[in-house]
């Protein structure tokens, strides 16, 4: 027999499940990361319902920005300014105007870097298994089916009272997945 | 807790409740039908898991067949040499920058879509924007071939990169042609990364439903273990909507910097302030001119009638219209300021454009480019599928002139008449270039088939029943038309 990962419950429409969560903030379950709920596409404002706080990958894409800009700059400068200075049409050895392009791109390409790998950084991805699979309905969740699901390591977590809580939120099929 | 009903209240604009409008005037729908999701998720992964349709694989054959010419003409002049190429004094670009220029241009459109469009908020979008991203990236690998290609000693390409080598020398970086590795690379790196980030859940979605034990491996890695979890999703849209931030600068930047290539050097013709904007339109332009070739007839094949609506048509349509006529107006202004600008040698490239030895290509071009898009001022025209798909042909054969003329017009004829010459290619550029357009087709073909063609997620989340303050039985009139108004957007903005 193994051990309970949590209680899953399926919702019917964004709607049920966005009032669901709100639900369920209200009756304790707070942002910390022990409960989620799964949707096939992006809920909006369902996030604020849960209490889940802004992405981080802006910041991310900053760093990534700012290391491209200064790679661009530096390595023009050290190529063109400084190992191998070389005269073209009369220009300067090195200035921070010709070479902006180089910098703009460069910019560009690390500031993309930090929002795709931003992105698999803050959600823990790649991840190829999860708790979550242990449960036969969860295919659905990429397809049509909304789920909540709460953790069994979740403070408030009781077997009987999260279930009547799920049942009370609106949700069905209440289920309990493996770990 | 916030209430349904108070939400799209709030959402609802201050001036609506003071001239108070007899009627809204609803969004048109972009899923036709009140699809269900299982609806959608069944309709675009079929595509997938179906064995592959008749059509499908007498297409592959004949577009891999056609790669082939690729392969001998590269392989012709790497054994041999650049000289097998049309190239001969004074024209050293020719049909191998034509057809960079061509197909960069061509990628611009699934940029657009995938990153503009998606900024300003235009819904609309996602039915198209997967297979025009796709386009793009391979559009973008066919382009690559020729400036790679045409540095002659294809083994040194690495040159251009700011690696060391043994001789101790660096890159120039005060050259266009030097930018242009820049702005293609990066456009080429952020375009893959782009459309493999926005595809992860659909690839969830295959891998959820896999039978097949190699399906479910193959769609599995490629989804990362994605879990459509709701702070999953947070992260993803925010770097998905900076994705598309940080894309707008860059495709605007990619075709800029590619007609700096031309206007920066003195060549009468390409020495022009006009040439980043007028090339931007234009590759937009030639760009939607090639998602509709692509997307009509997968349309018609598939019976996606539902998700690429007419609506999608007619957006598209007048985006050419309008891109259409700004090119059509920097032709016109291009003339206007080899006048005005009183050199003799602009004034004379003009002339000779239009009624010089390459004249007919002008008149190609302006037919194609200028005035065929006009028809689609009339809804009619809009209407006629198969109008609509001839328009297109039209619409990339006139860009594809277009650069011909910009390219070779100026060269073949500059400064010194003893100089002038008559530029035709050689047999090796058109198997290169026709061997292009079989390399792309397969590329894509393959793209229908084992990747999600149009966005499972992005589909499902434009329809009414994704808002969460969506009812399905409305009790007031506002209440009708949920796609307005940004209902339902509070929580990101």
């Not at chain 2, 005037?25 to 064995?51: A, M, Q, S, Y």
């Not at chain 2, 769609?219 to 947070?234: D, E, F, K």
């Not at chain 2, 770097?239 to 605007?252: E, K, M, Q």
């Not at chain 2, 339109?281 to 539902?306: C, E, N, Q, Y």
Request: with cysteine; hydrophobic share 50%.
């Amino acid at each position: 027999m193994s051990e309970v990962y949590g209680i899953m419950a399926e919702f019917k429409s964004p709607h049920d499940i966005y009032e669901a969560a709100g639900q369920l903030r209200a009756a304790g379950y707070d942002c910390s990361k022990k409960w989620d709920a799964y949707t096939p596409f992006p809920v909006h404002g369902i996030e604020k319902q849960m209490g889940i706080g802004r992405s981080h990958v802006p910041w991310i894409v900053l760093a990534g920005g700012i290391t491209g800009f200064t790679t661009g700059v530096l390595i023009t400068w050290y190529m063109n300014g400084f190992d191998y200075p070389l005269v073209v049409g009369g220009k300067p050895y090195w200035s921070m105007i010709y070479p902006f392009p180089v910098f703009y791109e460069l910019t560009i390409l690390f500031s993309a870097f930090g929002a795709f790998f931003g992105q698999f950084l803050t959600n823990g991805l790649p991840r190829p298994h999860h708790e979550v699979f242990n449960s036969e309905q969860f295919e659905r969740a990429s397809d049509n089916a909304f789920f909540i699901l709460i953790e069994s390591a979740h403070p408030l977590f009781d077997e009987q009272r999260t279930r009547e809580q799920l049942a009370r939120a609106g949700g069905f099929n209440i289920h309990l997945v493996n770990k | 807790m916030a209430h349904a009903n108070d939400d799209s209240l709030r959402d609802r604009p201050a001036i609506l409740a003071k001239v108070q409008p007899l009627t809204t005037l609803p969004r048109k729908p972009l899923v036709l039908n009140n699809r269900e999701f299982h609806w959608i998720t069944e309709k675009i992964c079929r595509i997938v898991e179906d064995p592959a349709p008749t059509w499908w694989w007498v297409c592959f054959l004949v577009s891999a067949s056609i790669s082939i010419f690729l392969g001998i003409g590269l392989l012709w002049l790497v054994s041999t040499g650049v000289g097998v190429w049309g190239l001969r004094p004074p024209t050293f670009w020719g049909w191998d920058i034509v057809n960079f220029v061509w197909w960069i241009g061509i990628g611009h459109a699934g940029t657009l879509i995938s990153a503009i469009l998606c900024l300003l908020r235009q819904k609309w979008r996602t039915a198209i924007n997967r297979s025009a991203e796709a386009m793009t990236i391979f559009a973008v690998m066919c382009a690559g071939i020729f400036p790679l290609f045409h540095v002659g000693r294809i083994w040194l390409a690495w040159w251009l990169f700011p690696i060391p080598i043994s001789e101790a020398t660096w890159p120039n970086f005060h050259s266009p042609l030097e930018w242009d590795v820049f702005a293609v690379s990066t456009y080429f790196t952020v375009s893959v990364l782009f459309w493999y980030m926005g595809m992860i859940p659909d690839l969830g979605t295959l891998r959820d439903r896999a039978v097949k034990t190699w399906r479910k491996y193959f769609y599995g890695i490629l989804a990362m273990g994605w879990r459509n979890s709701v702070r999953h999703w947070n992260n993803y849209e925010m770097a998905y909507l900076i994705l598309a931030g940080l894309s707008t600068p860059l495709v605007l930047s990619v075709h800029t910097v590619v007609s700096f290539d031309f206007a920066a050097g003195i060549i009468p013709g390409w020495h022009t302030t006009i040439f980043p904007p007028y090339f931007v339109a234009g590759a937009i332009f030639s760009g939607f001119g090639m998602v509709l070739t692509l997307v009509l007839p997968l349309r018609t094949m598939f019976k996606l009638h539902d998700l690429i609506t007419q609506h999608h048509i007619d957006c598209m349509c007048k985006i050419i219209l309008a891109t259409g006529s700004m090119v059509g107006y920097a032709y016109a202004m291009e003339f206007y300021i080899a006048w005005y600008g009183g050199n003799i040698y602009e004034g004379f490239t003009f002339i000779n454009r239009a009624f010089g030895q390459y004249g007919w290509a002008y008149w190609i071009m302006i037919s194609c480019n200028v005035i065929s898009p006009q028809l689609f001022w009339f809804r009619k025209v809009r209407e006629n599928t198969a109008l609509v798909f001839i328009i297109m042909l039209f619409v990339n054969c006139g860009m594809w002139f277009e650069r011909f003329v910009i390219i070779v017009t100026s060269l073949a004829n500059d400064f010194l008449p003893s100089s002038w010459g008559y530029y035709s290619p050689s047999i090796v550029d058109i198997f290169t270039f026709f061997g292009t357009m079989g390399f792309f087709s397969t590329l894509f073909l393959l793209f229908v088939r084992f990747l999600p063609m149009l966005p499972i997620a992005e589909v499902k989340h434009v329809t009414p029943a994704a808002d969460p303050h969506y009812h399905p039985e409305p009790d007031t009139a506002y209440a009708a038309a949920p796609a307005a108004v940004g209902a339902g957007k509070g929580g990101r903005r």
